[in-house]
Structure formats: C-alpha cells, structure tokens
C-alpha cells in the first residue's frame, strides 16, 4: 500500500500567517492527489484535486502543489473559518490512503 | 444540487452485521461511483472502497475483503455498504462519497455513526 506521510499533526498560527502542509507519498504518485478539510463534526469537504487545482467554492488563499512523491498545502494568509483538519489523500493505486491529518489551530 | 442522504445512527453487538444506505439525488447516479470512507472517534479517515454503480463492481480496501459488501440499486439511486462480524474497533462515522475524475470525492454524505458495543 502506499504510505502518506503528512505533517505537521498539528499548527498554531495567527491570523495572516502562512501556513504550509506536506505530504509525502512511499512511490511515485505524479499528480494524484486531493486534499481535504474537515471541520468539527461535519464531513469532509474537497478542496484540491490532481494536486493543484482549486475546488470552485474554495477561497484562492488556498494552494495546492507537487508532483511525483511531494505535496503541498498552503494557506497564503491564514482566516478565523480556515480553522480544520486538513487531509491529503492518494488516489494513484487502491486502497486509495489518506494521510494522517494536520490539525489547523488559530492562535 | 448533490445530495448524498446516509441512514441514521446505529449500535450493533459484536458479531452483529450493520447495512449502512446513502441516497443520491441532484445528478444521474449511474454516472458516477460511490466510495466508503469511515473514521474512528477523534482519528483520520480510511477509504474502505468503492463500487462503479452502472455495473456494480466493486474494490474492497484488503482489510475489509472478507466482511464487506457494497451495493447499488439503480432503481432507487440508493449504495449501500454492509459490514459483517462487527468489532468494537469498527465504532465510526461511516460516509458515503461521490466519485468524481481521478476518484476525488466531490460531494460527502453527512455521515452515519455505528457503534458497536455489548
């Protein structure tokens, strides 16, 4: 199975802060990735497909990028609503893994 | 628009089986598959598997091979996904999801607990 290696587990950042999230896949994955947040007690939500293409809904402070093993998240100035659990998720080869999540904290 | 409807919430005995529904309205459900996705209370998500709706193949994660079924009645737009020989540690929210390109879910069900416990 491939393995996806996401950290950190968890942040703490203050409003406007950059924010980065990574992801790193055991084998080539070229570009499929998505990424996902999650806030408490609800469903996730997709936020970035093919590893850098923004969902429609999604705020363009968002980002997605990578290719080949390594992925990033980032949040180019971090908002109050922006506080989730971020998921990258593989879909190159079944059984499709998730990463372990990073939690997003406002401080 | 999308809509995925999931069955309420659900406690099960160990040993016991739970069939867990998600109905899909707001598209043309033989178009697109529908993944199974749960998550332990307070832990990540783990994708179970999927089923290609028009023809009803399935793609089981190994770990559930033997104890999981999932199914689509075309008729009523309705998958569903039955796990047998319960555990404790299948205590969840169990989700249904829309398969999009690329197998990216697009649009979430809003989640079924099951809890399992004598």
């Known amino acids: 199975d491939i393995q996806m290696t996401q950290s950190p587990s968890s942040l703490s950042a203050f409003v406007g802060d950059r924010v980065t999230i990574t992801c790193r896949a055991t084998q080539n994955i070229y570009n499929y990735v998505n990424w996902y947040q999650q806030k408490p007690g609800m469903a996730p939500k997709l936020l970035v497909y093919?590893?850098?293409t923004l969902q429609p809904w999604a705020p363009s402070r968002f980002s997605g990028s990578g290719s080949g093993t390594d992925f990033t998240l980032t949040i180019s100035a971090l908002q109050a609503e922006d506080f989730a659990t971020y998921y990258c998720h593989q879909t190159f080869h079944t059984p499709y893994t998730f990463g372990l999540g990073t939690k997003v904290e406002i401080k | 628009q999308v809509q995925l409807v999931q069955s309420g919430n659900e406690v099960k005995s160990p040993g016991a089986s739970v069939k867990v529904s998600c109905k899909a309205s707001g598209y043309s459900f033989t178009n697109y598959g529908v993944t199974w996705v749960r998550q332990a209370p307070g832990q990540g998500l783990e994708w179970m598997g999927w089923?290609?709706?028009?023809?009803?193949?399935?793609n089981y994660a190994q770990k559930f091979h033997d104890r999981i079924s999932m199914t689509a009645d075309t008729s009523t737009g309705t998958a569903y996904m039955e796990l047998r020989s319960l555990r404790p540690d299948d205590t969840a929210v169990y989700y249904c999801?829309?398969?999009?390109?690329?197998?990216?879910?697009?649009?979430w069900g809003q989640g079924s607990l099951v809890t399992v416990s004598s």
């Open positions: 093919a590893a850098s």
């Open positions: 089923i290609t709706t028009y023809n009803g193949n399935t």
């Open positions: 999801a829309r398969v999009q390109l690329a197998a990216m879910l697009d649009h």
